[in-house]
């Protein structure tokens, strides 16, 4: 386990003065080399993540002591892309293949849910009742939607949006948005009916909202938008247009209030202490791994998972 920090000094784009940020990083050990591509937590104390290698390998882990420790907990055939928990025992994690996996027992044991071939590819996956998930999903560019996952039976119900889906954020049982392969969708219906939003032009990893009305949405090749209106309409938020599009590679978000959290493939880590007026740093770690996701556990404290097992703690 190495333990290192680091003091940043950062310019602010939009700015004449140097803003500065301490972060103190942490690189934990994982106990696996498999790639992670999320992480999530219940309460101050558990959390799981999930990974693996395409076609090879899928790992589960988990942590008791709020993320500090970690312990192989599955692993299985094929990459699981994410996890999402209703309480401290009951979980599903979802994959290629189609694939669930669903604990009842805080992880301790696993069962396969039956592959759902229509969309191959489960990106990632939100609680909208406590028996249902919506699961935002595809299998190319071209082809893609939402999945229903009902987690007390083994049925599945679909939406065909014919674009790939690769990130959702729902604000109640109600109401909800997804993003993916150039389009951003939004229902007001519990997810039986998806209207698009006008947001187009970028292949869209993740999305992030505060606990009002504000929230981010990120690109992979680069492009920031910013809403503060639940997703109805998005603006360009970075001041200088080519800060992000010249990097590319984003991969996952975070916010909690106005700040924001970026992160993405060869070490590519993003900071800004204001999202809305535009201001971001970069962060420099010194590491060329690929950051693959970003989760925020409090107002102090937050997580980067990435290639070969990489997991990093930050305070701020």
């Known amino acids: 386990m190495r333990w290192f920090s680091l003091i940043l000094f950062f310019v602010f784009l939009s700015a004449c003065q140097k803003e500065s940020i301490d972060l103190e990083i942490t690189e934990l050990d994982s106990q696996t080399n498999d790639n992670i591509y999320d992480i999530t937590f219940v309460g101050d104390d558990i959390a799981y993540y999930c990974g693996g290698q395409l076609w090879k390998t899928g790992v589960i882990g988990k942590s008791t002591d709020g993320g500090n420790t970690w312990t192989t907990i599955l692993e299985t055939d094929n990459v699981l892309f994410t996890i999402v928990f209703k309480n401290e025992n009951e979980g599903v ?44 999903a595809g299998f190319n560019y071209y082809s893609g939607g939402f999945a ?49 939003i006008d947001v187009r032009g970028d292949y869209f990893k993740d999305i992030a909202f505060n606990s009002g009305n504000e929230g981010i949405l990120v690109g992979y090749q680069g492009r920031v938008l910013h809403s503060n209106d639940k997703g109805e309409s998005w603006q360009k938020n970075t001041k200088k247009s080519n800060f992000f599009t ?68 930050f305070k701020y």
């Open 246 to 313: 010249t990097k590319g590679n984003l991969e996952s978000v975070a916010v909690y209030n106005r700040q924001a959290f970026i992160c993405g493939q060869n070490g590519t880590f993003y900071y800004s202490d204001n999202f809305f007026e535009g201001n971001w740093a970069e962060v420099n770690t010194s590491l060329n791994r690929d950051f693959l996701c970003i989760r925020l556990k409090d107002e102090n404290t937050g997580f980067i998972c990435g290639s070969d097992g990489l997991i990093l703690m």
């Open 148 to 196: 229903s996952y009902f987690f007390e039976g083994q049925g599945f119900g679909d939406s065909l949006i014919n674009q790939d889906m690769q990130t959702l954020h729902l604000f109640d049982e109600t109401e909800g948005i997804m993003a993916g392969y150039g389009g951003v969708y939004k229902t007001y219906n519990a997810a039986r009916d998806w209207e698009p």
């Open 93 to 136: 994690a979802l994959g290629f293949s189609g694939r669930a996996w669903k604990t009842t027992d805080g992880g301790a044991n696993w069962s396969l849910t039956e592959s759902y071939p229509n969309y191959p590819v489960f990106s990632d996956a939100q609680f909208i009742t406590p028996d249902k998930l919506i699961v935002a």
